[in-house]
């Protein structure tokens, strides 16, 4: 499986301690797409080239870190069929996937620890999607994505 990842100047360094992670698991390929240091970037780009890799098939699920998370979830939700969760612990990431079949992690390096930030990502990459009635739920949210506040 693919992992596109990327991150703004908050997540840079969270996102370093989760690609060694990743890397240990050899059934993952990472695409990095950036930023790598520290210094000011606009998130919605960052967001912008995680969702693309996506929605191009080039990775089949992705991880975006800011500081507080918040505007990497705004910023891909805006694509059709991106489905990112703002996870703060194990049990929203279990439900992320077993629920929502969210296809981006989304983590806030502000509001997170180290460790519960390995323990989200380990439990998101291995949880399953339970389809059935949580397809369905889906199949409504991917019909209303014409809606605006024009409507
Ligand atoms: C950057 O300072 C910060 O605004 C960003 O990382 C993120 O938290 C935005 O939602």
Redesign the pocket.
């Known amino acids: 499986m693919v992992i596109a990842i990327a991150n703004?100047?908050?997540?840079t360094v969270l996102k370093q301690q989760l690609l060694e992670q990743m890397e240990r698991n050899p059934a993952l390929e990472i695409l990095d797409l950036g930023t790598d240091g520290v210094a000011?970037v606009d998130?919605p780009e960052y967001a912008k080239r995680v969702c693309t890799a996506l929605l191009s098939g080039e990775a089949q699920r992705g991880v975006l870190i800011?500081?507080?998370?918040?505007?990497?979830s705004?910023a891909a939700n805006r694509y059709s069929g991106i489905r990112a969760a703002l996870c703060h612990d194990e049990y929203t990431a279990r439900l992320s996937r077993q629920h929502n079949d969210a296809n981006i992690l989304v983590l806030?390096?502000?509001t997170i620890g180290s460790g519960v930030a390995a323990a989200v990502l380990e439990v998101w990459l291995k949880e399953p999607f339970e389809g059935g009635r949580h397809q369905r739920r889906i199949s409504q949210m991917d019909a209303q994505d014409e809606l605006s506040f024009a409507d």
Do not use: I
Request: hydrophobic share 25%.
């Open positions: 703004d100047h908050g997540g000011s998130y800011c500081g507080t998370g918040l505007g990497m705004m806030g390096a502000r």
